[in-house]
């Protein structure tokens, strides 16, 4: 085949026609419909030995500062454990009566009873390198009966949601992302809001909060359960700032998230799909 | 022009699945915003030396690798890559007699490319947009580093003669 310069840029520049017809139709079908996800999903699978190996100096270098610690620094570590366990517990002591007790006032009102939920806990292995989005990835996926929507919460609040799963690994969007959302409600008075994330992690914004809502700093805001995606009364951040301008629509509210977005090894994802007592049995729970 | 008989090309797979890995780490603190684009820089290279084999529907392929592996919709990076692969192309003849420093120029403008269109689609799908023109720092970050993969690579292809 003997072929001159411009006979090969006019290949090319067919390829490229072709190559750009075919990423659009790819582009749009995943955008607008939701047939390739399978597709997705495998390719996503087969990328998981990637994960894995791009985890592992994290996890060996966490052995490393586990396996080398002083034993003074062990010891003090479990007399302060020790002392959290004992707050901890006595704030349980009454728990179960108080539990009880709620039911039985809730079943009075002819309210609907507040389900307990069931949790999966799941490790960190990744956090997406794009500077612009907050992404991590878990190591739980659909194996593990993770499905896409479901909320994830650390030990002081909730993180985000699940937006993607493949088989073994599952990827979460973070509640700082400037693309997510929660409804969420003041815990000390019921006012219904919205907290957006920012795209910085250690702010979240309240949206359009009218001029003459109660919201004071230092509030906390939990979870509504509106919207039925994020299940009720998780904390999820504390206002730090409130701005009333006269004469504006809003009040600009900024708030701080509880959970430890940017630190965070260690997370639970939040069964709301499989809690109704019908198929309490059938789904394991860890 | 004859195409070569196949030879040792898990070379070229094998570096892409290492600058794969690489793009994987998070680096610490404004160093994320000039984070090199590990696998584009070793695509180009890999179009660059053999063109015969990587060309504008590998790079679409690979690019539809990075979508999923990000978790973008499936095709952003695809498209990117495969217009980065078209002008490499075009241009092969005459970046590959450029001494590597003249190179890395040509790869400022590719990386370029690339990041204005992802850039483009990202806004037109509403994902994560930054403030201002940062989202080009990697263009600099991936020039600089040019010279390094060059000829990285390219002992890599001579020495495991790969065609």
Known sequence: MSSSLFQERRVYSKRLVWALLLAGLILLADWRFTQLSYARQAVSATLAPVRWVASVPGSVSDWASRSMVSRSALIEENAQLRAQL???????????????????????????????DRFISAELIGVDPDPFTHHVILNRGTRDNVYVGQPVIDAHGLIGQVIEVDPFTSRVLLIGDANHAVPVQVNRNGVRTTVSGTGDLSELSLMFVPETADIEEGD???TSGLGGRFPMGYPVAEVTRVERQPGAQFSEVRARPLAELDRTRHVLLVDTQNNDRGRRGDTQGE | MEIPKANNLWVPYATLIFAFLLGTFVLPGWMVYVAPEWVLLVLIYWVLAIPYRFGI?????????VDVHRGLPLGLNGLAFAVVAFSALALHQRIRIYPPVQQAGMVLLLVGIYLLLKQTLRSMMGIGVGPGVLYLAPALSSALLWPVIYLTLRSLRIRYRVR
């Open chain 1, 86 to 116: 004992f707050v901890l517990e006595r704030r349980s002591q009454q728990m179960i009566s108080l539990e009880i007790e709620n039911r039985r006032l809730r079943q009075l009102l002819n309210a609907t009873e507040v389900l307990d």
């Open chain 2, 57 to 65: 529907f590998s790079a679409l392929f690979i690019g539809l690798v």
């Open chain 1, 220 to 222: 906390l805001l939990v």
